[in-house]
T-cell receptor
Framework: GDSVTQMEGPVTLSEEAFLTINCTYTATGYPSLFWYVQYPGEGLQLLLKATKADDKGSNKGFEATYRKETTSFHLEKGSVQVSDSAVYFCALTDGGGSYIPTFGRGTSLIVHP | ETGVTQSPTHLIKTRGQQVTLRCSSQSGHNTVSWYQQALGQGPQFIFQYYREEENGRGNFPPRFSGLQFPNYSSELNVNALELDDSALYLC?????????????FGSGTRLTVV
């Protein structure tokens, strides 16, 4: 079945540091890939998405590139802020099977001033 | 444009009781999914409704049931509550059941079973 694997957290960074959160996936079809963010006490918000190989999704300084050859969709940001502290979820919807999003376990990001 | 709203925000129930959670989907969205998120875990898919019909179900027992109404709002019902049902329940809506769409999530209902 479909699955998403994220790096273990928490990831702890100082403000203005470079961020990478790794995400790899397995899927039976040709998936669309997503990153969601969950701030404390809130639901998930769609951060960015990519629907085909080599697409780059970007939003609010975050970006991720759909790499079919490595089945990866790593999240990056050049300079993190304290306000970026949250839990980040990688997810996929498999166009070859069901269209139900499958989520990773989430990676907590803590940014210190 | 209103987002996804869920009610109630918090709920405490006793083991064995039944609970109904409610969700109003974002305007223009006809697909609603429900997820269970245990503390420190990713959301686990419960089921999805598309135009009032269930069109997908995760690995949850039959005591988890749902409904979608003509206005595309939805309910999640859980019977015979167990302690392990304590979690954040998230509702998400999408413009369609098409796979290229992201989902808009509500803030969730925090259910505590004692």
């Amino acid at each position: 079945g479909d699955s998403v694997t994220q790096m273990e957290g928490p990831v702890t960074l100082s403000e203005e540091a470079f961020l990478t959160i790794n995400c790899t996936y397995t899927a039976t079809g040709y998936p669309s890939l997503f990153w969601y963010v969950q701030y404390p006490g809130e639901g998930l918000q769609l951060l960015l998405k990519a629907t085909k190989a080599d697409d780059k999704g970007s939003n609010k300084g975050f970006e991720a590139t759909y790499r079919k050859e490595t089945t990866s969709f790593h999240l990056e940001k050049g300079s993190v802020q304290v306000s970026d502290s949250a839990v980040y979820f990688c997810a996929l919807t498999d166009g070859g099977g069901s269209y139900i999003p499958t989520f990773g376990r989430g990676t907590s990001l803590i940014v210190h001033p | 444009e209103t987002g996804v709203t869920q009610s109630p925000t918090h709920l405490i129930k006793t083991r064995g009781q039944q609970v109904t959670l409610r969700c109003s989907s974002q305007s223009g969205h006809n697909t609603v999914s429900w997820y269970q998120q245990a503390l420190g875990q990713g959301p686990q898919f419960i089921f999805q409704y598309y135009r009032e019909e269930e069109n997908g179900r995760g690995n949850f027992p039959p005591r988890f049931s749902g409904l979608q109404f003509p206005n595309y709002s939805s309910e999640l019902n859980v019977n015979a509550l167990e302690l392990d049902d304590s979690a954040l329940y998230l509702c998400a809506s999408s413009p369609s059941a098409g796979f290229n769409y992201g989902y808009t999530f509500g803030s969730g209902t925090r259910l505590t079973v004692v």
